[in-house]
């Protein structure tokens, strides 16, 4: 079993499950698990990790970026995707007086050159704005953008939890690789609000974030965890999967091809999402998890 990959644009290749390392502080792992976390994702075909330089409070680039240090044969095995635009009240940023958003070309500059140095590499794979700025001059970020990639610094570029409109003016300056959403059984906007249309419709794959309701599934005293839960370990049974690995592949059925990103730092989840890609659930499998989530039948 090995995790298929997809090519969105710019010659980019990512795995379709993504290792997602937001809570990566909270692992409290050393140097050395770190490396057997990545080993092991490596392994099962997952080679895409997705990070902003916001997460673990301006401090998880940093962890990551020292065990490539450490072991510098990793970098050219994996594709590092990271984010930028929230600027946080951290003792990391003793300039920001409040949380805010900032997409002007410095900052974004300024971002990617301490991401580089961060993760010790000469360049990222993928850079995303991580939420749409109303201030945002979408010439001005596509200027900066291109002239990141003239200087190999980036390879491709993307948005996340941009809305179709915002998408599409972006794209309209300079080609966007993604737009990384949040989706789920228990959040599923995106499918009804045109944003997975248009991405189909271009041939742009989504990055899906919270791909278990942010452990919503998990939750005891809602009922829609539990019908959802029922309904998911019923197909479960029928398939001989585990229950998480019924859910990834409901949202890698979606015809975007979507990319899903993974935010566990035990390695059968990351097992589980990756059997999911060879899984292909069928149309009343699929409508049983979309109406136990939302406790109604289809119109």
Same mark, same amino acid.
């Not at 990639?149 to 409109?165: D, E, L, M, Y």
């Not at 990319?259 to 890609?277: E, H, K, N, Y």
């Given at each position: 079993?090995? /995790?298929?990959?997809?090519?969105?644009?710019?010659? %980019?290749?990512?795995?379709?499950?993504?290792?997602?390392?937001?809570?990566?502080?909270?692992?409290?792992?050393?140097?050395?698990?770190?490396?057997?976390?990545?080993?092991? /994702?490596?392994?099962?075909?997952?080679?895409?990790?997705?990070?902003?330089?916001?997460?673990?409070?301006?401090?998880?680039?940093?962890?990551? !970026?020292?065990? %490539?240090?450490?072991?510098?044969?990793?970098?050219?095995?994996?594709?590092?995707? #990271?984010? #930028?635009?929230?600027?946080?009240?951290?003792?990391?940023?003793?300039?920001?007086?409040?949380?805010?958003?900032?997409?002007?070309?410095?900052?974004?500059?300024?971002?990617?050159?301490?991401?580089?140095?961060?993760?010790? #590499?000469?360049?990222?794979?993928?850079?995303?704005?991580?939420?749409?700025?109303?201030?945002?001059?979408?010439?001005?970020?596509?200027?900066?953008?291109?002239?990141?990639?003239?200087?190999?610094?980036?390879?491709?570029?993307?948005?996340?939890?941009?809305?179709?409109?915002?998408?599409?003016?972006?794209?309209?300056?300079?080609?966007?690789?993604?737009?990384?959403?949040?989706?789920?059984?228990?959040?599923?906007?995106?499918?009804?609000?045109?944003?997975?249309?248009?991405?189909?419709?271009?041939?742009?794959?989504?990055?899906?974030?919270?791909?278990?309701?942010?452990?919503?599934?998990?939750?005891? !005293?809602?009922?829609?965890?539990?019908?959802?839960?029922?309904?998911?370990?019923?197909?479960?049974?029928?398939?001989?999967?585990?229950?998480?690995?019924?859910?990834?592949?409901?949202?890698?059925?979606?015809?975007?091809?979507?990319?899903?990103? @993974?935010?566990?730092?035990?390695?059968?989840?990351?097992?589980?999402?990756?059997?999911?890609?060879?899984?292909?659930?069928?149309?009343?499998?699929?409508?049983?998890?979309?109406?136990?989530? @939302?406790?109604?039948?289809?119109?």
């Amino acid at each position: 079993m090995t /995790c298929p990959r997809t090519s969105p644009r710019d010659g %980019l290749t990512l795995s379709r499950i993504a290792a997602g390392m937001w809570r990566l502080m909270d692992w409290k792992m050393s140097e050395q698990a770190l490396r057997g976390y990545i080993d092991d /994702c490596l392994a099962l075909g997952v080679t895409t990790f997705d990070h902003a330089d916001i997460y673990g409070g301006y401090a998880v680039e940093e962890a990551f !970026g020292k065990t %490539l240090k450490t072991h510098p044969s990793l970098r050219e095995q994996i594709e590092l995707v #990271t984010k #930028t635009g929230i600027a946080l009240v951290s003792p990391n940023r003793p300039e920001h007086r409040l949380k805010h958003y900032n997409t002007d070309p410095t900052h974004i500059r300024d971002a990617v050159e301490r991401s580089l140095r961060n993760f010790n #590499t000469d360049h990222l794979d993928l850079l995303l704005i991580h939420r749409p700025d109303p201030l945002m001059r979408f010439d001005e970020i596509a200027r900066e953008v291109e002239q990141l990639k003239r200087a190999g610094k980036i390879r491709a570029f993307g948005v996340s939890n941009f809305t179709p409109a915002q998408f599409q003016a972006m794209n309209t300056f300079t080609p966007l690789a993604t737009n990384q959403i949040e989706l789920s059984p228990f959040r599923t906007d995106t499918i009804t609000d045109g944003t997975l249309d248009q991405l189909q419709g271009i041939g742009v794959p989504p990055m899906i974030w919270s791909a278990l309701g942010g452990g919503r599934l998990f939750a005891e !005293g809602n009922d829609a965890a539990a019908r959802v839960r029922t309904v998911a370990s019923e197909i479960a049974d029928r398939h001989d999967v585990s229950m998480l690995t019924v859910i990834y592949a409901w949202l890698l059925r979606l015809p975007s091809d979507p990319i899903v990103i @993974t935010g566990s730092q035990r390695r059968d989840a990351v097992r589980d999402a990756v059997t999911a890609t060879e899984l292909q659930l069928d149309r009343q499998e699929w409508f049983a998890i979309l109406e136990a989530a @939302t406790g109604n039948e289809v119109a």
